[in-house]
């Protein structure tokens, strides 16, 4: 038999497990997430995998709870970003996740009131899309990349690395004015490391092909490359641009170092979605953006390739090697 406190206690448990499943869905409603970013379109059209599936296992069950709305821009103007955007607002979203600089700047020009969650991109107090971090006001919220700090971080540890470096090249995108702000603290950690830098910067692909000409004629002893849509996008011809003319370069996520690349530091894209599909929950559930703090990466990441340190006759330091994440070999 069955006592009035056990039932008590069957029917709160029970409460409890239908709060969390209403926590996830309404009856009858089917959330829509807006996607946008300035990469090319994946052969499936879906928006970046962890995001999906973080949403997944948070309750939100795909074609059933909610569905996705991708946009890419493919590397084009910002003209294209906010047509795009003006699409997934007309498309009546329930949230958009801006990946990237561009694709935020775009989405919050768009709309004010559609929440809009941001990640890689950039300082977001720097480039006005929050108004602060604990107290972001508006419709957007997201990720923060601090600029300052991983500008710094990244030439100190490519200093460690070539120790003999005086002149570093900065390929960055110029249109990209996150970037551009990264850059700049370069520029600062630069001098305070008694090093000089040589800015490439560029707007689009055939701006390429004059950046690595600049290093051909002035050749410099290493290189830092700045990742957004335009610069991954094109990845592969700086990779084996610097693989051929002997240039240690530095760049900002480990998806570089496992493509050839020599070293990197910086989040993992994957745990920043997982990040983003929090911040995604939260709006659905009731949230408003205004009220979100922006939250940064849980941690930064050293990679380093040692195949591609031996094509460039590097040996890696031992203190790095004893401070990487993963060493590639």
Not at 222 to 230: F, I, R, V, Y
Request: some cysteine.
């Amino acid at each position: 038999m069955t006592d009035r406190r056990t039932f008590i206690g069957i029917v709160g448990s029970g409460l409890v497990a239908c709060t969390r499943i209403a926590g996830a869905q309404q009856t009858g409603k089917v959330w829509r997430v807006g996607f946008l970013a300035g990469g090319v379109r994946p052969p499936d059209g879906a928006a970046p995998t962890p995001l999906r599936e973080e949403l997944q296992a948070l309750g939100y069950a795909e074609g059933k709870d909610i569905m996705y709305e991708g946009r890419w821009a493919e590397g084009r103007t910002a003209t294209r970003f906010r047509e795009l955007a003006a699409e997934l607002v007309s498309r009546k979203v329930d949230v958009i996740v801006a990946f990237g600089g561009p694709a935020a700047e775009a989405a919050k020009q768009t709309s004010s009131i559609t929440p809009i969650i941001v990640l890689s991109a950039g300082d977001v107090v720097e480039t006005k899309l929050v108004a602060s971090l604990a107290r972001p006001g508006g419709n957007v919220t997201g990720i923060n990349d601090p600029a300052a700090v991983l500008s710094a971080k990244r030439l100190e540890i490519l200093k460690e690395l070539v120790p003999v470096a005086k002149r570093v090249a900065v390929l960055w995108n110029a249109g990209n004015y996150a970037m551009t702000l990264r850059y700049r603290e370069i520029e600062k950690a630069a001098q305070m490391l008694d090093m000089s830098i040589d800015p490439l910067g560029v707007r689009e692909p055939d701006d390429f092909d004059v950046a690595l000409a600049t290093m051909t004629s002035a050749r410099p002893d290493a290189l830092m490359m700045l990742t957004d849509a335009l610069t991954n996008l094109n990845r592969q011809r700086v990779l084996d641009y610097v693989s051929a003319h002997k240039i240690p370069a530095m760049y900002e996520f480990g998806s570089v170092v496992h493509a050839g690349g020599l070293i990197s530091y910086g989040s993992d894209l994957n745990e920043t979605f997982k990040l983003a599909a929090d911040y995604v929950a939260k709006v659905l559930k009731g949230a408003k953006p205004s009220e979100l703090p922006v939250e940064q990466p849980n941690r930064y990441y050293l990679a380093i390739n040692l195949k591609a340190a031996k094509n460039l006759g590097l040996t890696v330091p031992q203190t790095l090697l004893l401070r990487a994440d993963e060493v590639i070999q």
